[in-house]
T-cell receptor, first 111, second 109 residues
Framework: DAMVIQNPRYQVTQFGKPVTLSCSQT?????MYWYQQKSSQAPKLLFH???????NEADTPDNFQSRRPNTSFCFLDIRSPGLGDAAMYLC??????????FGPGTRLLVL | KNEVEQSPQNLTAQEGEFITINCSYS?????LHWLQQHPGGGIVSLFM???GKKKHGRLIATINIQEKHSSLHITASHPRDSAVYIC???????????FGKGTHLIIQP
């Protein structure tokens, strides 16, 4: 029944070691979003795909990149994670401007 | 960029009480969203509204476009309503949400 799936749920990586987080959806939504939520803070939009068009937020660090190989999957790549990148990473999807559906999140720990 | 302010930040109430959480925003929006986040991270969308009022079960959301203000009400509150309630706005298109800081609600039995 899961609609937006994120893998893994917990990810531990070492400082500077590249890491990839995965999001998949069974809703056939055309928009996919990545948000970063640090402890006790509000989620913050990193970037989103509208169909195949990539939209990067102005203040998203270059260290963060994304790929969307098809409608169902979207990946978040962190090229050289720093301690400050430890956070919950939330994937969400929507059909155009309609309601967003969120995945359960991936909690990233950087050692 | 739009600023989204919520109040109160923390709210503790007794079971059965009527709960109101407020949200204000600084510039015009496309839609106002109310979301619920439980410990562990999962976020669920409760309402998306651009005018008037919406009701779902014991939850009611209202918005006043002229005053740039929205409220979320919970009637007959229950301990299972304990969660963080977040107000967010979508400024236009499908550009993602700008979130408020959330209201941490605890309903005591």
């Amino acid at each position: 029944d899961a609609m937006v799936i994120q893998n893994p749920r917990y990810q531990v990586t070492q400082f500077g070691k590249p890491v990839t987080l995965s999001c998949s959806q069974t809703l056939n939504h055309n928009v996919m979003y990545w948000y970063q939520q640090k402890s006790s803070q509000a989620p913050k939009l990193l970037f989103h795909y509208y169909d195949k068009d990539f939209n990067n937020e102005a203040d998203t660090p270059d260290n963060f990149q994304s790929r969307r190989p098809n409608t169902s999957f979207c990946f978040l790549d962190i090229r050289s994670p720093g301690l400050g990148d430890a956070a919950m990473y939330l994937c969400a999807t929507s059909r155009g401007t309609e309601t967003q559906y969120f995945g359960p999140g991936t909690r990233l720990l950087v050692l | 960029k739009n600023e989204v302010e919520q109040s109160p930040q923390n709210l503790t109430a007794q079971e059965g009480e009527f709960i109101t959480i407020n949200c204000s925003y600084s510039v015009g929006i496309s839609a106002l969203h109310w979301l619920q986040q439980h410990p562990g991270g999962g976020i669920v969308s409760l309402f998306m509204l651009s005018s008037g009022k919406k009701k779902h079960g014991r939850l009611i959301a209202t918005i006043n476009i002229q005053e740039k203000h929205s409220s979320l009400h919970i009637t007959a509150s229950h301990p299972r309503d304990s969660a963080v309630y977040i107000c967010a706005e979508s400024g236009g298109g499908a550009d993602g949400l700008t979130f408020g800081k959330g209201t941490h609600l605890i309903i005591q039995p």
